[in-house]
């Protein structure tokens, strides 16, 4: 079964404590894979697209890396406003779904 | 540019009314998706446009839930004989990859649906 896992579920970090967030996948045949923020009564943001393993994405203090079986969100001296809750997804080899995560909720304290 | 729309953004109702969400997407987008998102869940896919017709309904969860995009822009989730377990923020996507690409997709904000 096709299936999208995030660690931790949350993860509450000092101003400026960097670390990462994780997703893991099984599926069959990966298209593409993708990061959201999504903060609290809002729609998912889009932050990066990973199409192959080895494939690194950076944005401000957010890098997004890939590998064969499991993506990694690294968040670099964060501030309270990244606070919000980050979504893994996949695009499926075999047609055009897209299967989420659970996400994982960061809270940055100050 | 506009983003994506939906409205309403909330919607009470009661058990065994019907409701229908709206969905306006980034104009020109060809792809559109409906998604249900229960409290301190994913998004789970519902159903999934190319154009005007539905590319991939599997995950509808039963025959109540029906989606229309007519003329492939404005899409509709209609919801017949609400039940309680129906209760969840419904997000709309879209995205202007064409079937076979790498879809990202831009979403609206919710529409927040609670049968009562």
């Known amino acids: 079964e096709d299936q999208v896992t995030q660690s931790p579920e949350a993860l509450r970090l000092q101003e400026g404590e960097s670390s990462s967030l994780n997703c893991s996948y099984t599926?069959?045949?990966?298209?593409?894979l993708f990061w959201y923020r999504q903060d609290p009564g809002k729609g998912p943001e889009f932050l990066f697209t990973?199409?192959?393993a080895g494939e690194e994405k950076e944005k401000e203090r957010l890098k997004a890396t890939l590998t064969k079986k499991e993506s990694f969100l690294h968040i670099t001296a964060p501030k309270p406003e990244d606070s919000a809750t980050y979504l893994c997804?996949?695009?499926?080899?075999?047609?055009?779904?897209?299967?989420f995560g659970k996400g994982t909720r960061l809270h940055i304290l100050p | 540019g506009a983003g994506v729309s939906q409205t309403p953004s909330n919607k009470v109702t009661e058990k065994g009314k019907y409701v229908e969400l709206r969905c306006d997407p980034i104009?020109?987008?060809?792809?559109l998706y409906w998604y249900r998102q229960s409290l301190g869940q994913g998004p789970e896919f519902l159903i999934y446009?190319?154009?005007?017709?539905?590319?991939?309904d599997s995950g509808l969860p039963n025959d109540r839930f029906f989606a229309v995009r007519p003329e492939g822009s404005v899409s509709t989730l209609k919801i017949q004989r609400t039940e309680r377990g129906d209760s969840a923020v419904y997000l709309c996507?879209?995205?202007?990859?064409?079937?076979?690409?790498?879809?990202?997709?831009?979403f609206g904000p919710g529409t927040r649906l609670l049968v009562l």
């Open positions: 996507a879209s995205s202007s990859t064409a079937s076979g690409g790498v879809e990202t997709q831009y």
């Open positions: 599926v069959s045949g990966l298209r593409g």
């Open positions: 990973l199409y192959s």
């Open positions: 997804a996949v695009q499926l080899g075999r047609d055009d779904k897209i299967i």
């Open positions: 104009s020109g987008h060809t792809a």
């Open positions: 446009f190319q154009g005007t017709g539905a590319a991939d």
